[in-house]
């Protein structure tokens, strides 16, 4: 296979920077190529292209702004490979990446594949708290990956792979940001193809946000995820509330100990000094440990908020998503 790795960027040139470094490290022998689109940025990264000219087989191309699917739609179409790997910009790539890739669909050939994140060690510390808070199992990233089987899952488009055959037959992504990964994802399980988690094919996520952005992004994911049920309701899923549910019942904690009934809340402390105690373990740092909390409580106070006032709108009420929450639409 042809690998043709498909960048989205804007205005994020130091990061492309990265990737790209990362990338002419690779050990992988095959010929493979990036393809880089720049979605109508002001801050451009053409000239850090330029740098890898020599290490890289490398297009870039600019756009207007239309959204992180449409770019990777325009970048796929414009690629040369039979193979399409997709990356978002904020991502650095092991060096073993693509040959654990090249392994895995030899091994098992799928026609679109997802793999996991990890975080480096010069990560800052919210980064490495934000990380474990998006991908532990005690989480909503347990949550995620334990209602998802192996063989049935749905990737997420910062470390993606997808064939041509289905990105023609898909048409690729559609214009919900965010939300347009898994909603490919049915598509494709729709269409007759199988997607696939390939747990070694990890890369290290540089989420570059701080914490008003992230609790922002969560509440997105939230209000995405009943416009998605509404649309493929025999995909819907008990845990896709738990954040919901786990909000309301904070809640109905605080209000018990007007009744000095305080069990509920104990509970909700156990889980959180669980939380701070195993982060403390895995980052061997008391500080990670703490700011972990602290975007367990964002992630999930931001998505079960964004989740209900959703649920209310879509599910109860039938407004039109596009209306309803008009910026998690891109026009293309």
């Not at 910009?89 to 994140?117: H, M, R, W």
């Not at 991908?135 to 749905?154: N, V, Y």
């Not at 559609?174 to 490919?184: R, V």
Request: hydrophobic content about 40%; overall charge neutral; charged content about 25%.
């Amino acid at each position: 296979m042809f690998f043709s790795l498909i960048i989205p960027v804007y205005n994020r040139p130091e990061e492309v920077d990265e990737l790209l470094e990362s990338l002419s490290k690779s050990p992988y022998n095959e010929d493979f190529e990036v393809v880089i689109v720049e979605d109508g940025s002001s801050v451009k990264c053409e000239d850090v292209v330029k740098k890898y000219d020599s290490k890289l087989t490398i297009a870039y191309y600019y756009k207007d702004n239309s959204g992180p699917g449409d770019s990777r739609n325009y970048g796929m179409k414009k690629a040369k490979g039979d193979y399409f790997i997709i990356f978002d910009s904020d991502c650095i790539i092991p060096t073993q990446y693509l040959l654990e890739v090249d392994k895995a669909l030899k091994l098992n050939y799928v026609d679109c594949f997802g793999g996991p994140d990890r975080a480096l060690d010069s990560f800052s510390d919210i980064q490495k708290a934000i990380n474990f808070a998006m991908t532990s199992f005690l989480t909503t990233g347990g949550i995620r990956g334990g209602s998802e089987k192996i063989d049935k899952f749905q990737p997420r488009s910062f470390n993606m792979g997808l064939s041509r055959k289905a990105f023609e037959a898909s048409n690729g992504f559609g214009n919900i940001h965010p939300g347009e990964d898994p909603d490919l994802s049915i598509r494709l399980w729709n269409l007759g193809f199988e997607t696939k988690l390939f747990p070694d094919a990890y890369v290290y996520h540089k989420r570059r946000i701080d914490w008003d952005k992230f609790s922002i992004q969560v509440n997105k994911f939230g209000k995405a995820r009943p416009i998605l049920n509404s649309w493929y309701p025999q995909y819907n899923k008990i845990t896709f509330f738990f954040p919901s549910v786990f909000i309301i019942g904070f809640a109905v904690a605080v209000l018990s100990l007007i009744f000095n009934f305080d069990a509920l809340l104990k509970l909700y402390f156990i889980y959180f000094l669980v939380l701070f105690l195993v982060s403390t373990y895995q980052n061997k740092s008391i500080k990670i440990g703490y700011l972990s909390v602290v975007a367990v409580w964002k992630q999930f106070y931001g998505y079960g908020i964004g989740f209900i006032e959703s649920f209310v709108k879509i599910i109860i009420l039938k407004q039109k998503p596009q209306v309803a929450f008009p910026e998690l639409f891109f026009k293309v």
